[in-house]
């Protein structure tokens, strides 16, 4: 299963008691020079890759989905146990409930119950933590790259094409104009392939056009993960499809001076 863009955001699994867990970004920190990225080496991964089986009764398929694990990363012993001790917390029973007999979820009907709670008598509950070696380090996103929008603008040749289809000749990037978002003509890009500065992106013929497009807003809905894109198929590249697309180590993630 490939990735779509909009799966490069931080992820939350809600507990549906108003408790949220979040794990890591899908992107990739180095080693693909692929484009849109490998999935089978994005940070955390997508799909059911390494799927966390989170109530079972089966002993085969826990047998199965540890011979099925795929190595990847740093050893991040801290999330093991943040996911151990989460699925072992009462705040999770909604969520176990939700998955407990329903079709293709692996949690039997029995679990609907679970976790206990803390104070429940003849409940013991344990973490059992097995790892492979020392505790290193675990890499993510700063939290302005998971949502945002870049300042990375693509002339698409249609509306609804991926970032990951356009090429160095038709991006541009924001070196001015960051503060202000509601201010379109103090703005300024770079034509990295014509080494030129121009205040209006690629895709547009002068600034005035440039405004009217802004002003008037995207053409149609913006997908979840997604920037807006403007008239004359402009879009602004959310940091989400950008981290999609490329790895992070051919990202320039380094914020503007006037976000810093």
């Known amino acids: 299963m490939r990735r779509s863009e909009s799966q490069a955001q931080n992820r939350q699994v809600n507990s549906g008691a108003g408790v949220y867990y979040d794990h890591v970004s899908h992107f990739s920190y180095g080693g693909s020079n692929d484009s849109p990225i490998n999935p089978d080496v994005t940070w955390c991964f997508t799909g059911d890759q390494n799927a966390i089986i989170p109530h ?8 199965n989905a540890i011979n099925d ?19 072992l917390d009462p705040s999770t029973k909604s969520l176990i409930a939700s998955l407990a007999g329903a079709s293709g979820s692996g949690v ?4 609907a119950g679970r976790p206990e709670q803390f104070t429940q008598s003849d409940v013991l509950k344990v973490l059992v933590l097995m790892t492979d070696g020392e505790n290193t380090q675990q890499w993510d996103l700063y939290d302005h790259y998971k949502n945002n929008l870049s300042f990375v603008w693509a002339n698409l040749d249609n509306a609804n094409d991926l970032v990951s289809g356009s090429n160095l ?8 104009g960051l503060s202000t978002p509601n201010n379109y003509t ?7 392939y014509y080494d030129r500065t121009r205040n209006y992106p690629l895709g547009y013929s002068s600034q005035s056009e440039y405004v009217n497009a802004r002003n008037s807003g995207p053409i149609g809905t913006v997908p ?8 004359n198929n402009v879009r ?9 697309t490329f790895s992070y180590r051919n990202v320039n993630f380094t914020p503007a001076p006037e976000l810093t």
């Open 186 to 192: 103090d703005d300024q890009f770079f034509w990295s």
């Open 69 to 87: 694990l795929h190595a990847y990363g740093n050893t991040a012993i801290d999330m093991g146990v943040k996911w151990g001790v989460a699925l």
């Open 236 to 244: 602004q590249a959310s940091w989400q499809e950008l981290f999609a």
């Open 224 to 231: 979840a993960g997604q920037g807006p894109t403007y008239a």
């Open 56 to 63: 079972t009764t089966s002993e085969s398929d826990l047998h």
């Open 169 to 176: 000749w038709q991006t541009s990037v924001q070196t001015q």
């Open 108 to 111: 039997p009907s029995v679990a």
